[in-house]
């Protein structure tokens, strides 16, 4: 099963600011990377796919990159309603595998 | 707009069966894969296996012994069975639809998820 790793675990930042999200994957997945958003008890939401195209209704400050093992979600300037907790999933071998989640908090 | 909803004992014994339904309301389920996912808590989700709406399955090797889907699309409803359960088993339960015809890529939209604890 491969392997996804994300990191930091949690970050704090301030609304307005820039935020970066890495996932690693234990061998190459491709492109076939999906980011979710969930926030409290809400289903996880997509927010990407194909490691880099938005979802319909995903807003545009909310980007993704990379490719093979290394993948990472960009929000540009932090609302108040991003601050959740996101995970990454691969599809490229079944079982379909996640990481552990990046909680964003508010600094 | 698909909505998905998952129903089901929260409560079950050590080595009992695990039994969950998931009903699907707002779309047909035909022409789609849906699958059954899960989180321990403080862990990363876990995929369990996915259905066709004829009813082709797909296990988690790690589970295959254990489980097994159902799908009843009369009712828009597919199902999880999960025998010989053990306090690892306790988790929030997801139903999710899958984004293409053969379950190969990802899920949207998902349920709420429906917390299950194994205990005595």
């Known amino acids: 099963e491969i392997l996804l790793t994300q990191s930091p675990g949690t970050l704090s930042v301030s609304p307005g600011e820039r935020a970066t999200l890495s996932c690693r994957a234990s061998?190459?997945?491709?492109?076939?990377l999906v980011w979710y958003q969930q926030k409290g008890d809400q289903p996880p939401r997509l927010l990407i796919y194909?490691?880099?195209t938005r979802a319909t209704d995903t807003p545009a400050r909310f980007s993704g990159s990379g490719s093979e093992t290394e993948f990472t979600l960009t929000i540009s300037s932090l609302q108040s309603e991003d601050f959740a907790v996101y995970f990454c999933?691969?599809?490229?071998?079944?079982?379909?595998?996640f990481g552990q989640g990046t909680k964003l908090d508010i600094k | 707009q698909v909505r998905l909803q998952e129903s089901g004992p929260g409560l079950v014994r050590p080595s009992e069966t695990l039994s969950l339904t998931c009903t699907v309301s707002?779309?047909?389920?035909?022409?789609?894969?849906w699958i059954w996912l899960r989180q321990p808590p403080g862990k990363g989700m876990e995929s369990i296996g996915y259905?066709?709406?004829?009813?082709?399955?797909n296990y988690n090797p790690s589970l295959k012994s254990r489980v097994s889907l159902s799908v009843d699309t009369y009712r828009s409803q597919f199902s999880l069975r999960l025998t010989s359960v053990t306090a690892a088993d306790t988790a929030v339960y997801f139903c999710?639809?899958?984004?293409?015809?053969?379950?190969?890529?990802?899920?949207?939209?998902w349920g709420h998820g429906t917390r299950v604890i194994v205990s005595s």
């Open positions: 999710a639809r899958c984004s293409s015809t053969s379950c190969l890529g990802w899920f949207d939209p």
């Open positions: 707002g779309a047909s389920m035909t022409n789609y894969f």
């Open positions: 259905i066709s709406y004829t009813g082709t399955t």
């Open positions: 061998q190459s997945v491709g492109r076939s």
């Open positions: 194909g490691a880099d």
């Open positions: 999933q691969q599809y490229i071998n079944w079982p379909y595998s």
